[in-house]
């Protein structure tokens, strides 16, 4: 017996199929008894472990696989091979490198039980929140740099393409780096985790798809390799909004618009965390008045950015997890105004996200920096977002409590915006609510005053003051002031400027009144 047969012949005492692979995961050699009784193990020669087993089925062995060096074993990983019309046969394979014939590696096959039938195959697509989930965790795993295309197939969503758009999910799904992350994020439009060195043409792919199902489309495709020096948290909340991003605008038929707002969010997170920590931008101050008398009652404390649309830079922020170490910025300069000589009558409003009252961190250092000065409280409120994501309302409840008892007033913000209007006025101990903007504009329509009345009685039952904003015109104002509201801000009084003001002029030439003259916030 030579020697190579005695080798073959220990190997074959642990293991029913010997197979070779080289550094592609191309099978180079098959020996021993293959999945199916009678089958032939040299039919997988030449074929992919992807083509064998399935991308999705291949994904535990090829990581395995990734992390090999010369001279190292792995296993046991557990795979089910595919060996008949929906039958899998399930295997243990362990393998080894020798150094000598690195990059190859060998593997050996033992069978576990005979065949059985396959498992019911998922073939529900991912939604958007799970992509991002199992993104999450195979990037974790991944050997390479990864990438995300951003699909776009016009026609998915007409009666009749139904079967066109499963065909798509599975090419997808096929296509994706594990044969699980794809999504579908709306009728017609998906993403999909790739492997950065995968040269399939994923409009080809799609194309031929549809024509499967007699449906001609013309896809459009944007993809973006993963930056891996970017941390995995950032980068998928930079996913996130990128794909929100994308949702709402779709893909021109020109252009890799994925690839760019994908650049561009990480681009602009990392000039954010630089303006953020160098204190590089403006805070203006709107004031909000007395509706009755238009005296000054306190001004809202707004963030510029230099002529950079404020309201994206505030959503990406949040959506990136930056924001709380703007809202202490915020905060720094706002308790430097209100130490500036001669603004001892000034009260200021300050927006703080839900992502800041997740914990205790921004509370304390609220109180930390006011802790030598009661004025400093005296003089500040806390707006918090009616849209912001309190998950425990409870816990932020105790949060806010613990600054009301220090004497700083709380505000819900955009109240009337969203469904937890009510249960956040029950909940969270506020001094103010603040109208949704869209409550304002409407107040002519008749249910919206009807709303707006009942509100009003219920605040003052509460002892809670009721602001109302984006107020632009006098018949608005006197609206409002006739429903019980107290208190108002808009353009119609003044825009935010770059210092508070100290009084707001009245129309028709009447008298001007002066910050102060509405004592305290009561």
Known sequence: MSQASRFLSFAFVSSDLLVEVDGEHRITFAAGAAAAPGASPHAHVDKSLDEVLGRAGSWPLRQALSGLTPGKRIGPVEVLVPCGVNKVRKAIVRGFQTPDLAPAVSLGFCWEGPAMDAPANDASILNADSFLSSTREVLSKLDGPGSVAFVEVAGLAQPGAEAARQSVEAVLRDASVDGKTAARLTDDRFAVLRSADDQNSLVELVTAACAAENLAVAPVVSEETLDPKIEAPQMLRALRFTLSTCIEKGLESTGNVF?????????????????????????????????????????????????????????????LGMIRAFDLAVLEKS??????????LVKLAINVSGDSLVDDDYVE????????????????MVEVTETAALEDIDAVGARLQRLRQAGIKLCIDDFGSGAASYEYLRRLPVDVVKLDGRLTRSVDDERTRTMIAHLVELCRTLSVKIVAEQIETQPIADALDGLGVDLGQGWLYAKPTPEPMTMIPVTGGGPSRRTGTVEGWG
């Open 259 to 319: 690839s760019e707002e994908l650049a561009r969010t990480v681009q602009e997170a990392g000039r954010f965390a630089n303006i953020v920590r160098e204190r590089a931008f403006d805070v203006h101050y709107q004031p909000i008045v007395d509706l009755k008398t238009r005296a000054i009652h306190h001004h809202e404390v707004l963030a510029r950015f230099g002529g950079g649309d404020t309201g994206r830079i505030i959503q990406m922020a949040e959506e």
């Open 335 to 344: 308790l430097r105004t209100l130490r500036q000589p001669g603004s001892g």
């Open 365 to 380: 250092t609220l109180l930390k920096r006011t802790s030598l000065n009661a004025d400093d409280r005296r003089r500040l």
